[in-house]
């Protein structure tokens, strides 16, 4: 059975805000049990699930890959629009319903083969987004 947390360690885990991960749970996005008090659990497992993130460890136990990374606002969307403007690219990502607009480089999307409909992670630093293909 996979390990049960408490909806702000799940909405952590999940790079959300704790209202956030309650309304996926009424939306039916995320499932989760109820404690005997009523109150919501969710699966190790169904946090993997919903957002594609599998904690990775290296032989030494060492974050791998997109945990490596030193930014704990990494949210997991799909790619809806991409407009090219000369050096610069608009990539608007949708994550669990709500937009978030990037402006990368046009050598950066062509590197990423960025484009509708690609499972992309917005990280998000201060008032920059960057985009890694998911």
Do not use: C, F
């Not at 994550?95 to 978030?100: D, L, N, T, Y």
């Amino acid at each position: 059975m996979s390990e049960l947390l408490k909806p702000m360690d799940a909405a952590q885990m999940a790079g959300v805000s704790y209202p956030t991960l309650k309304q996926w749970i009424y939306q039916g996005k995320i499932r989760s049990t109820k404690t005997a008090g009523g109150h919501h659990r969710i699966a190790r497992s169904e946090i993997e699930r919903v957002t594609g993130v599998n904690r990775k460890l290296s032989k030494r136990g060492k974050p791998l890959g997109l945990d490596s990374i030193s930014g704990r606002n990494k949210l997991s969307g799909t790619v809806t629009e991409i407009r090219y403007e000369g050096l610069l690219v608009q990539i608007t990502i949708d994550v669990a319903g709500q937009e978030i607009t990037s402006i990368i480089t046009s050598d950066s999307a062509r590197a990423l083969d960025l484009k509708e409909g690609v499972q992309v992670y917005a990280l998000i630093k201060a008032t920059e987004v960057m985009v890694i293909r998911g």
